[in-house]
């Protein structure tokens, strides 16, 4: 049976209009009536002693000029009860925590269903008052964690949460009553004052930055650095590398340009590789990956307190780790112009300060820098510095795209399906001549970065040792639409150019095979039926 509730009902002269029995027998309603005239009088929320015990009394007004009161026995060291006892506006204060508009309240019970949510809370998920209340928190809040909290108990402080793409700071704090979990309450500041805003700039730079030396790592893991990295045999390629061979030992500023995927990083481990400072590592930055506020801090490195959010101690920036080595600045096409200026001066004389300081210091380092965008035309829309052009480009290297060397993509591929199945430990050993044609027709707008892409997804849903046309089917709408031009037939698509290619190579089978279809098949790799079907579309052709 439900315990009975303490309730009294007040008329306008202050006395009993009704009691509940427990309240009745106790002698606790002509307490109350005492209690109501004196201290707790005109008080929504307070606090009594009655025999020995300490008791909070919720007080509302009725509609017609009653009182009715509610009273909740305490326990003797209730922290409920001081604080009511000495806080005179302890009503409004709870309401306030209740209805504050800077800060939303989420409460979970311990099934994790939705008690209770603040009115700015439910106006920024949109909800009517109310609605949410009942559901299971995890329908009604994004990426909420109080449904763990509420099981596991442990309490998680100062945590980000995005929600409708806004990161917040949240609070979420188990609830125990009588040392048992009854339920959680979260808390996210909302309509933040200036330093909420600013913190959320700030995890947003941190987090720009740690994508960034995440894919950093994950390339130096598996980069080995040196010229036989760069695989190809076309002349471009061959070409490309005596000149690495010819330039990486002259202490020279080097430029390497190249569509992008094109191998420029690659070309740039090779010129540090074999340059004299090879003993020490290149430092890299890419200008494109930070954003622009972060290139500065990074390049020049920071004292400390330089700016909100800078680390206690200050940080060397890559000017300095770069000393009596090579530094490579990707997409340097990439750079604010007013960091610009700052990297003439230090690539003319060494000299630069970190942010926040004004102590000179010095540094040697060789520079290599590297963009896919057209730095002329750049410099002719005064988006980039024609003397810190002329700075870097001691040497000039090209890295041509990968349509111009289409000899170099069986090499390639080969080169690539050892080490994706090294690393997945894919089946896959070899590629079917017919795809590999396929492949060498296409335009590749994402040069060796998509082919490496496209092959490792081929790989990754292959089920035999061998990759086929099957396995590259989204690839042939854009062999239908590319420009390249094809080997066989200038004036032909490359859908048609592969179909006469495969015509070809199963009239060259048969005939090897005297017109044994299984033999031939078998040789190509192809199902019997795909040959019957190959050689029905010859039949009907001119
Ligand atoms: N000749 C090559 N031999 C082997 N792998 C290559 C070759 N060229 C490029 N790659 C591979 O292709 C991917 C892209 O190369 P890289 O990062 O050097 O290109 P990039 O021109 O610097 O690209 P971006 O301009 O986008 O920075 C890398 O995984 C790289 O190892």
């Not at 060259?508 to 192809?526: D, P, T, V, Y």
Request: with cysteine.
């Amino acid at each position: 049976m439900p315990t009975l509730l303490n309730i009294v009902v007040l008329d306008d002269t202050g006395a009993i209009s009704f009691a509940s029995e427990p309240a009745r027998t106790s002698g606790l309603a002509d307490a109350i009536v005492d209690h109501m005239k004196g201290a707790g009088a005109g008080k929504r929320i307070s606090a009594t002693t009655y025999k020995d015990e300490p008791h909070v009394v919720l007080a509302t007004p009725t509609a017609d000029d009653m009182t009715a009161v509610v009273v909740h026995r305490e326990d003797k060291s209730s922290t409920l009860v001081d604080f009511i006892l000495s806080v005179d506006i302890a009503f409004d204060i709870l309401n306030h925590f209740l209805t504050n508009p800077f800060e939303g309240i989420t409460v979970v019970d311990q099934d994790s269903v939705l008690r209770y949510l603040s009115p700015v809370h439910e106006r920024f998920f949109g909800h009517a008052r109310g609605d949410a209340v009942g559901r299971p928190v995890q329908d009604v809040i994004e990426n909420t964690r109080l449904h763990i909290v509420a099981k596991t108990g442990t309490p998680e402080i100062g945590q980000v949460q995005e929600m409708r793409n806004v990161a917040r700071v949240v609070n979420r704090v188990p609830i125990l009553r009588d040392g048992q979990l009854v339920g959680a309450i979260g808390r996210v500041m909302f309509k933040a004052p200036e330093e909420v805003h600013e913190l959320s700039r700030q995890i947003s730079s941190l987090r720009a930055e740690v994508d960034y030396y995440k894919k950093e790592l994950a390339g130096l893991r598996h980069r080995a650095f040196g010229l036989e990295e760069i695989v190809g045999e076309s002349d471009a390629i061959r070409q490309l590398k005596e000149e690495i061979r010819k330039v990486a030992p002259l202490d020279v500023p080097v430029f390497i340009s190249g569509e992008s995927g094109s191998g420029k990083e690659l070309v740039a481990h090779a010129i540090h590789n074999l340059s004299r400072r090879v003993e020490r590592p290149m430092v890299v930055l890419n200008c494109g990956a930070l954003p622009s506020t972060l290139v500065e801090s990074e390049l020049f490195g920071y004292e400390a307190g330089a700016f909100t959010g800078a680390r206690r101690e200050g940080r060397s920036g890559k000017f300095e780790m770069a000393d009596r080595s090579s530094l490579f600045l990707d997409e340097i096409g990439d750079m604010p112009m007013e960091t610009q200026i700052k990297l003439l001066r230090v690539v003319e004389n060494g000299v630069f300060e970190r942010v926040g300081s004004n102590r000179a210091r010095t540094t040697n380092f060789r520079l290599i820098s590297a963009t896919n965008r057209d730095l002329r035309r750049m410099i002719s829309e005064e988006a980039f510095r024609a003397d810190l052009y002329f700075r870097i480009n001691g040497v000039t290297l090209y890295v041509p795209p990968l349509r111009e060397r289409s000899g170099d993509i069986p090499l390639l591929v080969r080169h690539f399906v050892q080490r994706v199945s090294q690393r997945i430990g894919s089946p896959v050993r070899r590629i079917h001549p017919l795809a590999l044609q396929m492949l060498q027709g296409l335009s590749w707008p994402g040069n060796v970065r998509q082919l490496h892409h496209e092959v490792q997804r081929a790989m990754i849903f292959a089920d035999g040792s061998e990759l086929t046309l099957a396995n590259f089917r989204s690839l042939e709408d854009e062999a239908e639409h590319h420009q390249a031009p094809p080997p066989v037939n200038s004036s032909a698509t490359i859908r048609e150019t592969v179909g006469n290619v495969e015509h070809a190579l199963i009239r060259e089978a048969l005939e090897r095979h005297s017109g044994n279809k299984k033999r031939a098949a078998e040789e190509l790799g192809i199902s019997r039926s795909y040959l019957y079907k190959k050689l029905a579309e010859i039949s009907q052709r001119p």
